[in-house]
C-alpha cells in the first residue's frame, strides 16, 4: 500500500488548491473514518489495513492537508445502503431510497436518525477543526426522510462554530452554499454562493484507463467557474494502492503552473459584467480587471493582437500580461478594445492554456456586477 496523505497534501498546495473535502462515507456506508457505530469501516481488524499507520484515513487526510494550510472538509452521505436502518437487510431495494415504509415503522427511521447524528458529532469532535461538512443524498430531507437537520446542524456548529454545510440538493435553510454537479452554470449565480463540483476524468471514483480533461479544459474550467462568481471543487480518484493516479498528478502540477502565474486573477476576486464574452473571461479585485483570454483546442501561441469585447478603452488605464515584462499597449477599437501582444511575448509566452491581461485604473473598483437573477 502506497498511501502517503502527505504526498497528496504537497501536490494540492502547489496546484493552488485552497480546501480539500474528503469522502468520509459514501452511500455504500463503508466508512473512512474509525466511527464507533459500525464495524463496517477501514480502521476494523478485519480490514488488512487497519494495522497501516494511516488507517484513520480521514484523519491522516485531514492532518496533512492543515499542515500545508489547506482547509478540511468531510463529504459524509446522508444515505446509507449498509445500515439496516435505511435498507433493511431481509428486504429488496428497489432504489435508493429505504425500502420499508417510514410511516408504518417510524421507530427504525429514528434509529437511523440517530446514527446519522453519532456519526457527523464523531467527525465534529474528534478530526480537529472541520472547515465544511458536505452533506450528500438530498433525497434524505422533509417531508418523507426527515433526520432533523436543525438539530444536526445545531450540534454541529456547537462544536464546530465556523463549519460551512452543504446539504446538497435538498435546498432551503440548512444550504451555506450550492454545488452544481459536474456542470458550470450558463450565467453567473450572484443571488448565493456555490461551487461546481466537477470530476478530473469522466469518473468520481478510480478507473483504470479513465480519459481525463486536458490541463487546457481543467484551467478554463477554473477560469469559467471564478468568472461567474463560484468555487471549483475538483474530483481525484485514488488508486487502489493508496496513490493518485499520474495523470491527475501530471494535472495539478500544470494547473500550479499556471496559478504560479496567474493567481491573482483567480484568488479574492469578484465577478464584473459580462463575465464571460467569445474567448474572454472577466474578474475584477480592486483598481484591476482581468480580461482572461482563453485560446481554442488547437491555439498553441499568443496571436499579435485581440480584441477585448464590451470592453472601454481608457487612456489612463494600464493593461499588462501577467507573467511578462514586455509593453502592451493597448487601443479604442470598434467592438471593444485592442490589445497589441508584443513579439516577445508571443514568442515566449508566460504560460499556456489561459493568458490574463491585468487591467488597473481609477475607477475599477468602482465596477460592479448589475443585479441579476440565477442562471440554471
Known amino acids: 500500500m502506497n498511501f502517503d496523505p502527505k504526498?497528496?497534501?504537497?501536490?494540492?498546495?502547489?496546484?493552488?488548491?485552497?480546501?480539500?473535502v474528503f469522502t468520509t462515507k459514501h452511500h455504500d456506508g463503508f466508512c473512512m473514518f474509525d466511527t464507533k457505530l459500525t464495524d463496517y469501516k477501514i480502521t476494523s481488524p478485519e480490514f488488512p489495513f487497519s494495522k497501516n499507520k494511516n488507517a484513520d484515513v480521514t484523519a491522516a487526510i485531514f492532518n496533512a492537508f492543515r499542515a500545508q494550510g489547506i482547509a478540511a472538509g468531510a463529504y459524509f452521505s446522508k444515505p446509507d445502503w449498509h445500515s439496516p436502518y435505511y435498507w433493511r437487510?431481509?428486504?429488496?431495494?428497489?432504489?435508493?431510497?429505504?425500502?420499508?415504509?417510514?410511516?408504518?415503522?417510524?421507530?427504525?427511521?429514528?434509529?437511523?436518525?440517530?446514527?446519522?447524528?453519532?456519526?457527523?458529532?464523531e467527525?465534529?469532535?474528534?478530526?480537529?477543526?472541520?472547515d465544511i461538512l458536505w452533506l450528500d443524498g438530498g433525497q434524505v430531507r422533509p417531508p418523507n426522510q426527515d433526520i432533523n437537520m436543525e438539530r444536526l446542524v445545531a450540534m454541529?456548529?456547537?462544536?464546530?462554530?465556523?463549519?460551512?454545510?452543504?446539504?446538497?440538493?435538498?435546498?432551503?435553510?440548512?444550504?451555506?452554499?450550492?454545488?452544481?454537479?459536474?456542470?458550470?452554470p450558463k450565467a453567473p449565480l450572484l443571488d448565493y454562493p456555490w461551487e461546481s463540483c466537477v470530476t478530473m476524468a469522466q469518473q468520481w471514483s478510480y478507473k483504470p484507463n479513465d480519459q481525463y480533461k486536458s490541463t487546457r479544459q481543467l484551467i478554463q474550467l477554473l477560469v469559467d467557474v471564478v468568472a461567474k462568481g463560484g468555487n471549483l471543487l475538483l474530483n481525484v480518484g485514488p488508486q487502489p494502492d493508496g496513490r493518485l493516479p499520474a495523470e491527475a498528478?501530471?494535472?495539478?502540477?500544470?494547473?500550479?503552473?499556471?496559478?504560479?502565474?496567474?493567481?491573482?486573477?483567480?484568488?479574492?476576486?469578484?465577478?464584473?459584467a459580462p463575465y464571460r464574452e467569445g474567448q474572454f473571461a472577466f474578474t475584477r479585485k480592486g483598481n484591476a480587471i482581468y480580461a482572461i483570454y482563453l485560446p481554442g483546442e488547437k491555439e498553441e501561441a499568443l496571436p499579435a493582437q485581440v480584441i477585448v469585447p464590451s470592453l472601454k478603452f481608457q487612456p489612463a488605464w494600464k493593461v499588462e500580461l501577467l507573467g511578462s515584462k514586455a509593453r502592451v499597449v493597448w487601443h479604442g477599437e470598434a467592438g471593444g478594445a485592442r490589445i497589441d501582444i508584443p513579439a516577445s511575448a508571443q514568442k515566449s509566452p508566460p504560460c499556456r492554456d489561459a493568458f490574463v491581461f491585468k487591467i488597473t485604473g481609477a475607477g475599477i473598483a468602482e465596477l460592479a456586477a448589475p443585479p441579476g437573477k440565477p442562471g440554471d
Open 7 to 20: 504526498a497528496w497534501a504537497a501536490v494540492a498546495k502547489k496546484a493552488g488548491m485552497r480546501y480539500v
Open 89 to 121: 437487510p431481509e428486504k429488496f431495494a428497489e432504489d435508493r431510497n429505504p425500502n420499508y415504509d417510514l410511516r408504518a415503522e417510524p421507530e427504525v427511521w429514528e434509529k437511523f436518525a440517530e446514527f446519522v447524528y453519532g456519526q457527523i458529532e
Open 123 to 130: 467527525l465534529m469532535t474528534r478530526y480537529g477543526r472541520v
Open 156 to 184: 454541529a456548529r456547537r462544536h464546530q462554530p465556523d463549519v460551512l454545510v452543504v446539504n446538497r440538493a435538498a435546498r432551503g435553510y440548512f444550504e451555506d452554499y450550492r454545488t452544481p454537479e459536474n456542470t458550470v
Open 249 to 272: 498528478v501530471t494535472r495539478m502540477q500544470e494547473i500550479g503552473q499556471w496559478m504560479a502565474v496567474n493567481s491573482e486573477a483567480i484568488y479574492g476576486t469578484r465577478v464584473v
